[in-house]
């Protein structure tokens, strides 16, 4: 999709829809009120109506507008003016893009409301291009015959107040593209069932990510290569399934030589059934998205790679199946990590710490300034926070203050949770240095207290994405989360040296 900020007269913009958004009691954008000015007060006669109230999600499209080059004009409903915020610029517009693939037209252009800085044009025009790019999303990879839109959207354009807006936009629309690709790329292998999307099959993904870029580097270790290494956490999980576990590393090299990178742990558990602890029947196909933290992790660095963005990152991606066997982890056996730290696995369902403390004990050859793993780990952040924010706990207080800014800034939420020593024994063993499981309270809190036991060389944040990687129920499906914010992350500790 292409997209062009540009300043101009609303009436003479040659499109085959203008977004005209409106506020409740019929209050018009700056914008929205030269469109009127120009065709005799057009918009003002409709919207005396009343039949637009300008609810958010609310749309009407008026056919050959007079005194103006564009063949049709669309309302968006933007809500109550003093409550508007860039947040809601996203769910206004979703509904327009999706009931224009439904049109005729094939282009667009938005007129962004009446925000008088540079900033908030940004910020705007990130949310917009996200959501045309979310209505274009399909995932029919697996239907016997695709469906596409008869008239996909090929551009939605802009038009701002300012040529320095015009220069927020373009910039803006370049960054939402390259996070786009990326949530597409994320997106389109967490929605991939469990027989498809194997350990291998996610390290083939991204092999081909790494094909043709010069500046990204994928290997792929085998069992063999983390039996050599110890990684008795990460492969005991392996030992129930058939298919071979596979730690997949992408090295990102756009930074200077030396500079230490970012590192970016990914949980791609390809299906959890629980192992020997089983889980029960009830949505269990929905543990096929047990991956999306190591598919996060692919789709942050094919945005990096696109924007070209000068930071080094190394991503490290555990990837294996967690499933009953007759050698599979029991409750009771006890592992030893590659850290040389025992622990009892008291659940086998709690096997995605099992497999990322291996990979961040990994990860300390790379001497990272930072490591940020991301995981479906916990039912318990479903619990705490639902679908709005990724749990955030971290050993940094500064680099848990840049996740939440970064957060803001994509409006992609984070909330922090406490880390505190007090929450430790919780994971106390009789048996082992240390037990999987912490009992009935905070339980997405002795997870990470599990994790930072494997991550006190760095400075280390852990997201829980449980509740925001995937929708359930009618809109089941990946959301490529939190791609948005790992690449505003970046994307800001680039911009000081950029
Ligand atoms: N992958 C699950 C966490 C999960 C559950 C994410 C449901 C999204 C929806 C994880 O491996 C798991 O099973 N965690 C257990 C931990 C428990 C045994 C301590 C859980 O949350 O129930
Ligand atoms: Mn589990
Ligand atoms: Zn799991």
Redesign the pocket.
């Known amino acids: 999709m292409e997209h062009v900020c540009k300043v101009g007269a609303p009436e003479r913009m040659k499109s085959a829809c203008l977004l005209v958004g409106v506020f409740k009691k019929n209050r018009l954008t700056d914008l929205g009120q030269s469109l009127d000015d120009a065709t005799g007060g057009y918009l003002k006669r409709v919207l005396r109506r009343q039949d637009f109230v300008a609810d958010i999600g609310q749309t009407q499209i008026l056919y050959d507008p007079q005194e103006c080059t564009a063949t049709r004009l669309m309302l968006i409903g933007l809500g109550e003016e003093k409550e508007f915020s860039a947040r809601k610029f996203g769910p206004a517009l979703l509904p327009a893009f999706r009931l224009l693939q439904q049109s005729g037209a094939t282009d667009c252009m938005v007129l962004l409301p009446s925000q008088h800085d540079d900033d908030s044009t940004y910020r705007l025009v990130r949310e917009a291009v996200a959501a045309a790019e979310a209505a274009a999303y399909r995932f029919d990879q697996c239907k016997s015959e695709s469906k596409p839109p008869k008239k996909p959207i090929r551009r939605v354009d802009f038009l701002v107040h300012t040529r320095p807006q015009v220069n927020a936009g373009n910039r803006a629309a370049k960054h939402a593209q390259a996070i786009a690709t990326g949530t597409r790329l994320a997106k389109d292998v967490a929605n991939l069932p469990g027989n498809i999307c194997t350990p291998t099959y996610l390290a083939e993904q991204a092999q081909s990510l790494g094909r043709g870029k010069r500046k990204l580097k994928v290997t792929v270790l085998t069992e063999k290569q983390m039996q050599n290494l110890g990684m008795g956490a990460l492969l005991s999980v392996s030992r129930g399934s058939r298919q071979p576990a596979k730690l997949i590393v992408l090295k990102y090299k756009g930074g200077k030589p030396g500079a230490k990178p970012v590192a970016l742990v990914g949980?791609g558990?390809t299906f959890?059934a629980?192992g020997i602890?089983i889980?029960s029947a009830a949505?269990m196909d929905?543990?096929k998205?047990?991956m999306c933290g190591g598919a996060s992790v692919l789709g942050t660095i094919a945005a990096c790679a696109e924007l070209d963005l000068p930071i080094n990152v190394v991503g490290v991606i555990p990837s294996s199946e967690?499933l009953p066997d007759g050698d599979a982890n029991k409750p009771g056996d006890i592992v030893t990590s590659m850290s040389g730290q025992t622990i009892e696995i008291l659940?086998t369902?709690?096997?995605?710490?099992l497999i990322l403390c291996d990979a961040l004990t990994y990860t300390e050859r790379f001497e990272p300034a930072a490591v940020i793993d991301v995981?479906?780990?916990?039912?318990?952040?479903?619990i705490a926070l639902g679908d709005q924010a990724s749990g955030l706990l971290a050993n940094n207080d500064k680099l848990a203050d840049e996740l939440l800014e970064a957060s803001e800034g994509s409006g992609d939420r984070a909330w922090r949770l406490p880390l505190w020593d007090e929450y430790q024994p919780q994971l106390d063993s009789n048996f082992a240095d240390m037990a999987?499981?912490?009992g009935r309270g905070a339980?997405t809190i002795?997870?990470a207290c599990f994790l930072s036991r494997y991550t006190k060389a760095y400075p280390w944040a852990h997201l829980d994405i449980?509740?925001v990687?995937w929708l359930g129920g009618k809109e089941k499906g990946a959301t490529g989360r939190p791609v948005p914010l790992l690449t505003e992350f970046l994307l800001r500790r680039c911009r000081v040296s950029m």
């Open positions: 949980k558990l959890d629980g602890s889980k949505a929905e543990m998205y047990d967690n659940n369902d709690a096997e995605g710490r995981a479906t780990l916990t039912g318990a952040c479903i999987n499981i912490g339980g002795t997870a449980a509740g990687a």
